[in-house]
């Protein structure tokens, strides 16, 4: 899989990243993450932060989409609509076979994560795999708001009780094999981009 030097983000599959923002802080760093995510094919930018947007940066450079599709990361629970939306919009852009697709949040940690978590079951994923492949490649990705998504899968692909039962058991498992520490993580990432 590609990786990327400067920029927050990482390949999951060949045409979809997740990842968090343009620094915030360095506007010349924040000018090399946006060159090195072009350079890499990004055609599409879906931004699912509240507190901040990116339009007047990405509305310059010719060729990439930007849209948001804000929502709030305080752990509460996200409608299933959120997901339709945005994972809708998502699979539109992959139509194209030229198309590569960076969903991120600030600090990539939840949000834009979780997103790409959507995108990857609307493909035909399996659950854990979709998660593993996502923390495989970014180690700092909580996906916290995963169950949400996978209950919007359910939903929208009519999963019978005992596949809804197994899929949320075996991602339960999954985290208890996988914790992280998100605020450490959190603490980190902080001090990282505060220097």
Same mark, same amino acid.
């Given at each position: ?28 760093? %924040?000018?090399?993450?946006?060159a090195e995510l072009v350079e890499a094919g990004v055609t599409h930018v879906v931004d699912c !932060? ?5 339009? @007047?940066?990405? %509305?310059? /450079?010719?060729?990439? =989409? ?7 990361? %305080?752990?509460?629970? #996200?409608?299933? =609509?959120?997901? *339709? @939306? ?9 139509? $194209? *076979?030229? =198309? ?13 994560? =979780? ?6 079951? %609307? ?10 492949? #996502?923390? $495989? ?5 909580n996906v916290y708001y995963a169950e949400d998504a996978l209950e919007w899968h359910h939903q929208?692909?009519?999963? $019978?009780?005992?596949?809804? !039962? $197994?899929?949320?058991? !075996?991602?339960?498992?999954? !985290? ?8 450490? /993580? ?5 001090? *990282?981009?505060?220097?």
């Amino acid at each position: 899989m590609r990786t990327l030097e400067v920029a927050n983000a990482h390949f999951v599959t060949d045409r979809l990243l997740v990842g968090g923002d343009l620094d915030v802080f360095d506007a010349e760093l %924040a000018g090399r993450q946006l060159a090195e995510l072009v350079e890499a094919g990004v055609t599409h930018v879906v931004d699912c !932060r509240f507190e901040l947007d990116d339009l @007047e940066t990405w %509305a310059q /450079v010719p060729g990439v =989409s930007y849209r948001r599709f804000p929502v709030d990361d %305080a752990g509460q629970r #996200i409608p299933p =609509s959120w997901f *339709e @939306e945005g994972v809708g919009h998502v699979l539109e852009a992959m139509r $194209s *076979e030229d =198309s590569v697709v960076l969903t991120h949040c600030h600090m990539g940690v939840n949000r834009g994560p =979780s997103l790409g978590f959507a995108v990857l079951l %609307a493909l035909g994923w399996d659950p854990v795999e979709a998660i593993d492949a #996502i923390r $495989s490649v970014r180690d700092v990705a909580n996906v916290y708001y995963a169950e949400d998504a996978l209950e919007w899968h359910h939903q929208r692909t009519r999963a $019978s009780g005992e596949q809804r !039962r $197994s899929d949320l058991g !075996r991602l339960r498992q999954w !985290r208890e094999e996988h914790p992280l520490d998100v605020q450490h /993580v959190i603490a980190t990432i902080r001090r *990282e981009t505060a220097t």
